[in-house]
T-cell receptor, first 115, second 114 residues
Framework: AQSVAQPEDQVNVAEGNPLTVKCTYS??????LFWYVQYPNRGLQFLLK??????LVKGSYGFEAEFNKSQTSFHLKKPSALVSDSALYFC?????????????FGTGTRLLVSP | DVKVTQSSRYLVKRTGEKVFLECVQD?????MFWYRQDPGLGLRLIYF???????EKGDIPEGYSVSREKKERFSLILESASTNQTSMYLC?????????????FGQGTRLTVV
């Protein structure tokens, strides 16, 4: 069965500092990996994805993520955090060889960027 | 601009009522999903549909059913609403395969069952 773990409920960072939100996954075969962001009382917005190719992927709003197959991780990063980055972040995985391409989410990490 | 639209932002229903949550997408996506979101539990898949009239159970289908009569519309039905179904419900759609398989989400429906 496929699963995603986000080990931190909350990450606190000062504006201007680099940020990392952690994600590890468990899936058979080669995963498709995604990051989404959710602002208060809103749906999820797609940030970036890893399907194949370069392990470092770049996405919206200056975010990037690094796929590490040996550590089964897909951590979200940004070189310089903004207060407006404060939101709830979800990692998700899809195993292409599953019967109906089930998209499985982690429990979410709340990012709080202080001025 | 891609769009997934859920019919209501907020709903308040009574225990035992039959509740319909509607979702429409304009991207011609094959896949559509219903999730519920609860604090500390993330998003849990209720049902999935990969084509018209086709459906698959997700992780928590009990107490729910779905309908997909047209490609663009996916309905979630609570047969007899209960207080433990109070939650945020999120609809999503995606292409079935290829590189562009990210899911697009609606704005969510916050359902309160009293």
């Amino acid at each position: 069965a496929q699963s995603v773990a986000q080990p931190e409920d909350q990450v606190n960072v000062a504006e201007g500092n680099p940020l990392t939100v952690k994600c590890t996954y468990s899936v058979s075969g080669n995963p498709y990996l995604f990051w989404y962001v959710q602002y208060p009382n809103r749906g999820l917005q797609f940030l970036l994805k890893y399907i194949t190719g370069d392990n470092l992927v770049k996405g919206s709003y200056g975010f990037e993520a690094e796929f590490n197959k040996s550590q089964t991780s897909f951590h979200l990063k940004k070189p310089s955090a903004l207060v407006s980055d404060s939101a709830l972040y979800f990692c998700a995985v899809r195993a292409p060889n599953t019967g109906f391409q089930k998209l499985v989410f982690g429990t979410g990490t709340r990012l709080l960027v202080s001025p | 601009d891609v769009k997934v639209t859920q019919s209501s932002r907020y709903l308040v229903k009574r225990t035992g009522e039959k509740v319909f949550l509607e979702c429409v997408q304009d991207m011609d996506h094959e896949n559509m999903f219903w999730y519920r979101q609860d604090p500390g539990l993330g998003l849990r898949l209720i049902y999935f549909s990969y084509d018209v009239k086709m459906k698959e159970k997700g992780d928590i289908p009990e107490g729910y059913s779905v309908s997909r009569e047209k490609k663009e519309r996916f309905s979630l039905i609570l047969e007899s609403a209960s207080t433990n179904q109070t939650s945020m419900y999120l609809c999503a759609s995606s292409l079935r395969g290829g590189m562009n398989t990210e899911a697009f989400f609606g704005q969510g429906t916050r359902l309160t069952v009293v």
